[in-house]
């Protein structure tokens, strides 16, 4: 009869499975959970290490949930895993946050040069830089990755608000963002904001593609592309702006939860006065400024530019150039080789 309960209550349990269980004895490095009708189990060796610090918190007669690992030894005992109990209901937690698009506050507990790492659920993730926070991404001029990585370490005990935006239990990855945890509240403040609108704000920032301004209140950041800086070919535009530079700017574009401004518009357009200073069908200096799929681009002056198709023509060098068309709408000037 013995040999025939015991059979049932193997047949009850699986390896694997996760179940309830109350502490019935604590003992130096293991603990006796009784399991019920399926009988008695224990946590020792490095699964009780594994949970060292959750388990001396225990007191005999406490519910927790452990994970079958091992069939019953000679005493009949399960061999269990409270560690392993607590990350398979992370991960449950993991999915439900996920799928309710829920915001949690987390530390930053470590930098590396890709992004910021944080644990929900003592399960550790990773908040890649490309999904921060405009107020926290690093800006650094030329992009050098040991200044990136300064700047990322000083935001390790900051809590900040993330939504997780994927994982994967089986590769124990888990991804925040920090954008999405933002998204909404940012909706709420775009709305406020129309395309052909001004703001005055500071510039907060320079990058290789622009400069970052800060306005309004509540505050909000938006991106001078390094196209909208000047009527000029911009290379540098440290040459331009500098941070702490107060400043108007229009409104040119709002899209994926950015505002895009121009400082072009406050500034005198050489275009307006284009069929004054150049005639199609007369020959100008001009200075190759780099060759392109569509030619050479050459530079009449500092503002004006001109495609000529010959892509023989030296980079650097002075010509003389004829000027086919004049696309006044298009702000577009074909060239030839004078001859």
């Not at 199609?280 to 200075?287: D, F, L, S, T, V």
Request: hydrophobic share 35%; proline share 3%.
């Amino acid at each position: 009869m013995q040999q025939i309960l015991e059979a049932i209550k193997k047949s009850r349990a699986n390896i694997g499975a996760i179940t309830q269980g109350q502490v019935l004895k604590k003992e130096p490095r293991r603990v006796f959970i009784d399991l019920g009708d399926i009988g008695t189990g224990i946590i020792l060796g490095r699964e009780y290490l594994f949970s060292a610090d959750k388990i001396k918190n225990l007191s005999p007669g406490d519910e927790i949930a452990v994970k079958i690992i091992g069939p019953t030894d000679e005493n009949n005992f399960w061999e269990l895993s409270l560690n392993q109990a607590d990350k398979e209901a992370g991960w449950e937690k993991i999915r439900q946050a996920r799928d309710l698009r829920e915001i949690l506050s987390l530390n930053i507990i470590g930098a590396n040069q890709g992004g910021l790492l944080m644990q929900f659920e003592r399960i550790e993730g990773f908040l890649p830089v490309s999904q921060l926070a405009t107020e926290h991404y690093p800006r650094v001029e030329g992009g050098n990755r040991v200044r990136i990585l300064d700047e990322l370490k000083k935001l390790v005990g900051k809590e900040v608000k993330v939504r997780i935006l994927d994982f994967n239990q089986q590769d124990g990855k888990l991804i925040f963002s920090e954008k999405e945890a933002e998204s909404e509240k940012l909706q709420d403040l775009l709305s406020s904001y129309n395309v052909g609108g001004e703001i005055e704000g500071e510039i907060t920032g320079l990058a290789p593609f622009g400069a970052f301004i800060k306005f309004g209140e509540p505050t909000l950041e938006g991106l001078i592309h390094i196209s909208e800086i000047d009527h000029k070919l911009v290379d540098d535009p440290s040459q331009y702006l500098k941070v702490g530079d107060k400043t108007k700017a229009k409104i040119i574009n709002i899209a994926h939860g950015r505002i895009f401004l121009s400082l072009k518009p406050y500034k005198q357009n050489p275009w307006d006065e284009i069929e004054s200073k150049y005639k199609k069908g007369k020959a100008y200096p001009g200075r190759v400024i780099k060759q392109t799929q569509l030619g050479a681009l050459v530079g009449l002056d500092d503002y004006i530019f001109g495609i000529c198709e010959d892509k023989e023509i030296a980079v650097e060098n002075t010509y003389q150039f004829k000027i086919l068309e004049i696309d006044k709408k298009e702000k577009k000037i074909s060239l030839g080789l004078a001859e």
